[in-house]
């Protein structure tokens, strides 16, 4: 089955202690990205990949990481989280010939004490 | 940053009413996609639009696509509750050289009552 996948799908954590949030997608797709949503502003795009070790910033990519090894995976790394980044989280692949429609995972509810 | 104003952030009617959702941006897109969302799930793709002035229809929601570029509209007939959900729009402006980088609206929150 085509999808994209996020690890963990809920995490609660405390200021500054490091954490990865993973991104896989078994559609070979060259372009990776990923978000966060918050009520009333939509989504807003943290960093993105155009294609393996090729990776830009989003609108809002202060506080984050990011690194494209590998075509499948991107994983999002939080170096030193804090409580404005509690957010719901959803990783995105899709091809670039098809206008980048994106193919969204199921979203990762991160809470920073 | 390019802001997508989305309208209305709200909207509450009854089974069977007609409902417009915009889509409003002072910059060219060189493409824009709408998606819907339901709680506890991603944004799933309903349509993609290219060309000025272009229409898709899906079943019962058109959507269209403004003769410049810079707006966009959803529109449902005959609303069912089944409809009910977050409705997003998202642009790719056309220009510079950020190519991957995605705008979204703030979302429309739609509710259908039986």
């Known amino acids: 089955e085509a999808q994209v996948t996020q690890n963990p799908r809920y995490l609660i954590t405390v200021t500054g202690k490091k954490l990865t949030v993973t991104c896989s997608q078994n559609m070979n797709h060259e372009y990776m990205s990923w978000y966060r949503q918050d009520p009333g502003l939509g989504l807003r795009q943290i960093y993105y990949?155009?294609?393996?070790?090729?990776?830009d910033k989003g609108d809002v990519p202060e506080g984050y990481k990011v690194s494209r090894k590998e075509k499948r995976n991107f994983p999002l790394i939080l170096e030193s989280p804090s409580p404005n980044q509690t957010s719901l989280y959803f990783c995105a692949s899709s091809l670039r010939t098809q206008n980048y429609e994106q193919y969204f995972g199921p979203g990762t509810r991160l809470t920073v004490t | 940053t390019q802001l997508l104003e989305q309208s209305p952030q709200f909207l509450s009617i009854q089974e069977g009413e007609n409902l417009t959702v915009y889509c409003n941006s002072s910059?060219?897109?060189?493409?824009l996609q709408w998606y819907r969302q339901e709680p506890g799930e991603g944004p799933v793709l309903l349509v993609t639009v290219v060309t000025g002035g272009e229409v898709k229809k899906l079943k019962r929601l058109t959507f269209q696509f403004g003769d410049a570029r810079k707006d966009s509209s959803l529109h449902i007939t005959a609303a069912q509750p089944g409809d009910t959900g977050l409705y997003l729009c998202?642009?790719?402006?056309?220009?510079?050289?950020?190519?991957?980088?995605?705008?979204f609206g703030q979302g429309t929150i739609l509710t259908v009552h039986p």
């Open positions: 910059s060219v897109f060189s493409s």
């Open positions: 998202a642009g790719r402006y056309a220009g510079g050289t950020s190519y991957g980088k995605l705008t």
């Open positions: 990949s155009m294609n393996v070790e090729v990776t």
